[in-house]
């Protein structure tokens, strides 16, 4: 099993949700976290909570969808931390309604934050990973990314067009020791879906944010010739 003990991480949008819950179990193995996001209070409190468990911890406030505030964010980053391990492409998105009823902005805007956003925080912050050896990477896509649905064409393509660049990179870094992962979870109790009412009435009946958490955990821990390429967790009786 990987000792996972003083490997750096960036977690993207780490102040809250599936990410936040990842940056508290990275932590709770001993891997020093650095997470991102635009909502400053978050970062702060989260990172407070980091630091907390024994870490170092750090944030970067930047929006992902913008490539000079990307730079300027991860150079942060790498300055403090000089070396990066492990990347959660987490931060992004989801807003919903049929094509027409979507205003041209938010569309764009969904397809800027979940694809483009994990695309410019990758091209940053992959030399670093190469740089060091070794490493891995997550992409967090969607069900929705694996079928289309009435009202999800934003989202949808967002995250389909996610898949297709985490499993290019994963065939252009194997090489470098760097294992690419790309998930799909269904719906998961975090702040996004309960304030969009995602979870049947029931947050508690559907996966947890730590459940997402440990697969991440689990799956770093897998011997370093192994490595999983692509994960679905799904509620057992949702
Ligand atoms: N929850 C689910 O059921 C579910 C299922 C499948 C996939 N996912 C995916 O899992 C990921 C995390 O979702 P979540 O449920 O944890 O959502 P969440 O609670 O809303 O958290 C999203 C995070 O992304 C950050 N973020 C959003 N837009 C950003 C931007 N433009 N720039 C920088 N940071 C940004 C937010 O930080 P700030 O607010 O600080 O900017 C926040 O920390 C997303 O990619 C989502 O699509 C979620």
Same mark, same amino acid.
């Given at each position: ?6 490997? @750096? ?6 102040? #809250? ?10 932590? &709770? ?6 997470? /991102?996001? #635009? ?16 870490? &170092?911890? /750090? ?16 150079? &942060?980053?790498?300055?403090?931390? &000089? ?22 902005? /938010? ?6 934050? @979940? ?27 969607? /069900?929705?990314?694996?079928?289309? @649905? ?20 994963? #065939? ?52 370093? #010739? ?13």
């Amino acid at each position: 099993m990987e000792n996972l003990k003083n490997q @750096n991480a960036i977690i993207t949008g780490g102040g #809250r949700g599936l990410g936040k819950a990842t940056a508290i179990a990275f932590a &709770k193995e001993g891997i020093n976290v650095a997470i /991102t996001g #635009r909502n400053e209070n978050n970062l702060k409190e989260t990172v407070a909570e980091l630091q907390a468990l024994g870490v &170092k911890a /750090t944030y970067a406030v930047f929006d992902i969808a913008n490539y000079e505030e990307v730079k300027a964010g991860i150079a &942060k980053i790498v300055a403090e931390f &000089k070396t990066v391990d492990i990347l959660v492409n987490n931060a992004g998105v989801a807003q919903f309604g049929t094509l027409l009823e979507m205003d041209p902005k /938010t569309w764009t805007d969904i397809i800027n934050t @979940n694809l483009l956003g994990s695309y410019y925080v990758t091209h940053e912050v992959l030399p670093h990973i190469i740089a060091n050896g070794q490493g891995d990477i997550f992409n967090v896509s969607s /069900t929705a990314g694996l079928s289309g @649905n009435a009202g999800t064409s934003a989202y949808s393509a967002s995250k389909f067009g996610l898949i297709g660049l985490s499993e290019s990179i994963l #065939r252009e870094v194997r090489k470098h020791n760097i294992r690419v992962c790309t998930l799909t979870p269904s719906t998961i109790a975090s702040d996004m879906s309960k304030e969009l009412n995602l979870t049947d009435g029931d947050p508690e009946k559907v996966l947890q944010p730590e459940d997402f958490a440990e697969l991440l955990v689990g799956t770093l821990k897998l011997p370093r #010739r192994a490595l999983l390429k692509s994960a679905a967790i799904w509620s057992t009786n949702p």
